[in-house]
């Protein structure tokens, strides 16, 4: 197989981050069942224990306001610190942050709380290329409201969704656009800012962004993207079952129609004051301070992937996401060489003749040229996620075989995937899909494609 070059990231000391990495499964399956860092189980643990207890007098910012203290639990300071960690993620403010139990229960929420928008002569574009997450909620609101649902459609040979065709889709009567920064199964990346651009120039709607593929693995920038609404899953980054939505400004916050406790008959709450309710009613049941409490503590270890990162935390995820995404772009160009050698191995969204199909993160994709390396340029951007089929074998046996071997990877079907029902993999049997993590080596990659090898 070629060789793959890793920069500088330290791929041996990150293994050794993850303490399930010595109980001899080979786990490529990050983007259902991320493997936690010792680092965050611990702040789980230690969270759990102490989120009941008495803060010291004088310690807790209630509801994240300055200047604000009170008699409260260390738990209310777990779900402060982890509306901090998850702004610093995303590049937003703390004030904006909602957290729940999954990104999905909260679009639901989110889409059932803009009648105005979603009401009839409104429209809603949805994309092809997203997690029924992203879809699901804005086609049931949009049925009760009344809005008319429009497609972007990806184009079918690489996975990509065309920018273009959003000048076509969005009009002055569009409310709101839904789309994924990145595919989940395949990694392709959509050019969220220009969709934004598209957006704004013509409508007052909100672009709501699924960022829970992108966000394990770049730095995501909530104003260079032009997003409204940033949603996104802790969980895929080594983080506990916690969800996110960051809005762009408090303004959107009070726009929401949300059931919320009633302050008094004659009552007229400020713009911070009412977007604070907002937060409240969208983060329905209440928050488990001891999930909440290991938020931090998962930004802080993506922040941490590079020793030499320099700065507060913003600073140094910019410094270890590119460089952890290089190196992992490496073992998805690496496993896409491997299966390709196979013949008959079919990698989805990879062409067979185009050996630059695979451009991860804009870095290229590095193989052996004449005992040399070149540096490989391709359109299609991508984040390390990759999905193959073996022709004649339905996708759960080959993960069943891979599982016989000691490798866990995941199994997209029909209901998983818009994408693949439109380029008939699911008619196929479905994809195994690889999500690549830090952690992961070449020799996971090899395993994976000697046991593939025995099947073709």
Same mark, same amino acid.
């Given at each position: 197989?070629?060789? =793959?070059?890793?920069?500088?990231?330290?791929?041996?000391?990150?293994?050794?981050?993850?303490?399930?990495?010595?109980?001899?499964?080979?786990?490529?399956?990050?983007?259902?069942?991320?493997?936690?860092?010792?680092?965050?189980?611990?702040?789980?643990?230690?969270?759990?224990? $102490?989120?009941?207890?008495?803060?010291?007098?004088?310690?807790?910012?209630?509801?994240?306001?300055?200047?604000?203290?009170?008699?409260?639990?260390?738990?209310?300071?777990?779900?402060?610190?982890? %509306?901090?960690? =998850?702004?610093?993620?995303?590049?937003?403010?703390?004030?904006?942050?909602?957290?729940?139990?999954?990104?999905?229960?909260?679009?639901?929420?989110?889409?059932?709380?803009?009648?105005?928008?979603?009401?009839?002569?409104?429209?809603?574009?949805?994309?092809?290329?997203?997690?029924?997450?992203?879809?699901?909620?804005?086609?049931?609101?949009?049925?009760?409201?009344?809005?008319?649902?429009?497609?972007?459609?990806?184009?079918?040979?690489?996975?990509?969704?065309?920018?273009?065709?959003?000048?076509?889709?969005?009009?002055?009567?569009?409310?709101?656009?839904?789309?994924?920064?990145?595919?989940?199964?395949?990694?392709?990346?959509?050019?969220?800012?220009?969709?934004?651009?598209?957006?704004?120039?013509?409508?007052?709607?909100?672009?709501?962004?699924?960022?829970?593929?992108?966000?394990?693995?770049?730095?995501?920038?909530?104003?260079?993207?032009?997003?409204?609404?940033?949603?996104?899953?802790?969980?895929?980054?080594?983080?506990?079952?916690?969800?996110?939505?960051?809005?762009?400004?408090?303004?959107?916050?009070?726009?929401?129609?949300?059931?919320?406790?009633?302050?008094?008959?004659?009552?007229?709450?400020?713009?911070?004051?009412?977007?604070?309710?907002?937060?409240?009613?969208?983060?329905?049941?209440?928050?488990?301070?001891?999930?909440?409490?290991?938020?931090?503590?998962?930004?802080?270890?993506?922040?941490?992937?590079?020793?030499?990162? $320099?700065?507060?935390?913003?600073?140094?995820?910019?410094?270890?996401?590119?460089?952890?995404?290089?190196?992992?772009?490496?073992?998805? %160009?690496?496993?896409?060489?491997?299966?390709?050698?196979?013949?008959? =191995?079919?990698?989805?969204?990879?062409?067979?003749?185009?050996?630059?199909?695979?451009?991860?993160?804009?870095?290229?994709?590095?193989?052996?040229?004449?005992?040399?390396?070149?540096?490989?340029?391709?359109?299609?951007?991508?984040?390390?996620?990759?999905?193959?089929?073996?022709?004649?074998?339905?996708?759960?046996?080959?993960?069943?075989?891979?599982?016989?071997?000691?490798?866990?990877?995941?199994?997209?079907?029909?209901?998983?995937?818009?994408?693949?029902?439109?380029?008939?993999?699911?008619?196929?049997?479905?994809?195994?899909?690889?999500?690549?993590?830090?952690?992961? $080596?070449?020799?996971?990659?090899?395993?994976? =494609?000697?046991?593939?090898?025995?099947?073709?």
């Amino acid at each position: 197989m070629n060789e =793959v070059r890793s920069g500088v990231f330290d791929s041996a000391r990150a293994r050794g981050l993850y303490v399930s990495q010595s109980d001899g499964w080979t786990y490529l399956n990050a983007g259902t069942r991320a493997q936690v860092p010792e680092k965050v189980s611990s702040a789980v643990t230690r969270a759990f224990r $102490t989120a009941p207890l008495q803060a010291d007098p004088g310690t807790v910012q209630v509801g994240g306001e300055a200047g604000t203290t009170g008699t409260g639990t260390r738990g209310d300071i777990y779900v402060d610190e982890a %509306r901090a960690a =998850v702004a610093d993620l995303v590049g937003g403010v703390a004030e904006c942050v909602v957290l729940g139990p999954s990104r999905a229960a909260l679009l639901n929420t989110l889409a059932s709380s803009l009648p105005a928008k979603l009401r009839i002569g409104r429209e809603v574009v949805l994309s092809r290329i997203d997690d029924p997450v992203n879809i699901a909620p804005w086609e049931l609101a949009s049925d009760l409201y009344g809005a008319k649902v429009r497609w972007a459609e990806a184009e079918l040979t690489t996975g990509s969704l065309p920018t273009w065709q959003f000048s076509e889709l969005i009009g002055p009567y569009t409310s709101v656009v839904a789309v994924a920064a990145a595919n989940a199964h395949i990694g392709t990346v959509t050019d969220v800012r220009a969709v934004a651009d598209l957006l704004h120039a013509k409508s007052n709607g909100w672009l709501v962004v699924d960022a829970a593929a992108y966000a394990p693995y770049r730095r995501i920038d909530i104003d260079e993207w032009g997003a409204d609404v940033v949603a996104l899953d802790l969980a895929p980054l080594g983080g506990p079952e916690v969800g996110a939505l960051v809005f762009r400004d408090q303004t959107m916050l009070a726009q929401l129609k949300l059931a919320e406790v009633r302050t008094g008959r004659h009552s007229t709450p400020d713009l911070h004051s009412l977007a604070k309710r907002r937060v409240a009613a969208l983060e329905r049941g209440g928050l488990a301070p001891g999930l909440l409490g290991a938020v931090p503590a998962t930004v802080d270890f993506l922040a941490g992937l590079d020793e030499d990162a $320099t700065g507060d935390r913003r600073s140094k995820l910019a410094t270890s996401l590119p460089a952890a995404e290089e190196y992992m772009n490496g073992l998805a %160009r690496h496993l896409i060489d491997g299966l390709r050698d196979f013949g008959v =191995v079919h990698v989805v969204g990879v062409t067979g003749d185009d050996h630059g199909a695979y451009n991860g993160g804009g870095h290229g994709s590095w193989t052996v040229d004449d005992g040399g390396y070149t540096d490989l340029w391709s359109p299609t951007d991508r984040v390390p996620r990759v999905s193959f089929l073996v022709p004649g074998l339905p996708a759960a046996t080959v993960a069943e075989r891979l599982l016989d071997n000691g490798v866990v990877a995941e199994v997209v079907g029909l209901e998983d995937s818009a994408l693949f029902d439109q380029m008939g993999v699911a008619e196929m049997g479905g994809a195994v899909c690889v999500a690549f993590a830090p952690h992961n $080596t070449r020799y996971d990659v090899d395993q994976l =494609v000697r046991v593939v090898g025995g099947m073709v």
